[in-house]
């Protein structure tokens, strides 16, 4: 099936089978490997892309979904350098391993955009399908709070 997608601001016409993931066309036909995959399941959010600015799991997704939508990767975030954000994660080292960054940042960019300025529980509330294995959570809503322009404890 030929599929038209809109990722980053341009458009890929793709043929791609009617079972074919979005992670597998970022990852593998667009060469978008900052948007990871984790468990396949859609439970652990490292898969996390923006679809109209709303975060989803690409895994769960089929490319052919995504059709007339707009998607934007980790590599779309920050087309032009790092963002506020991404520079807050660096500030406060809310990334150990760095595996579930991309998905974190991309959580964490979408819930910026709709509340500028929220209150740590409602950064934790829009984080929660966001797993990190190595517990960097407090880091990480430190990061979103600093990048909100609110700062830190």
């Keep these: ?22 992670v597998d066309v970022l990852r593998d036909d667009l060469g978008l490997t900052g948007t990871k995959v984790g468990c396949a399941e859609g439970a652990c959010g490292a898969c996390a892309v ?3 600015g709303r975060p989803v799991a690409s895994c769960l997704l089929l490319a052919a979904q995504a059709e007339g939508c707009s998607v ?3 590599e779309g975030i920050s087309r032009g350098g790092p963002t506020p954000l991404q520079e807050a994660f660096v500030a406060e080292d809310a990334l ?16 910026l955009a709709s ?12 984080m929660v399908g966001n797993l990190c ?5 407090p880091r990480i809503e430190r990061a979103v709070l600093r990048a909100s322009g609110q700062g830190v404890d």
């Excluded at 099936?1 to 979005?22: F, I, P, W, Y």
């Excluded at 294995?133 to 959570?137: E, K, M, N, S, V």
């Design 96 to 111: 150990q391993c760095g595996y579930c960054t991309p998905g974190q940042v991309v959580s964490a960019t979408a819930l």
């Design 133 to 137: 294995r190595c517990g960097a959570y």
């Design 115 to 126: 509340l500028p300025q929220p209150t740590p529980e409602q950064v934790r509330a829009a």
């Design 1 to 22: 099936m030929r599929v038209a997608l809109d990722v980053n601001g341009e458009r890929h016409v793709l043929d791609v089978s009617d079972t074919r993931r979005l």
């Design 50 to 52: 923006l679809l109209d």
């Design 72 to 74: 934007t990767t980790i």
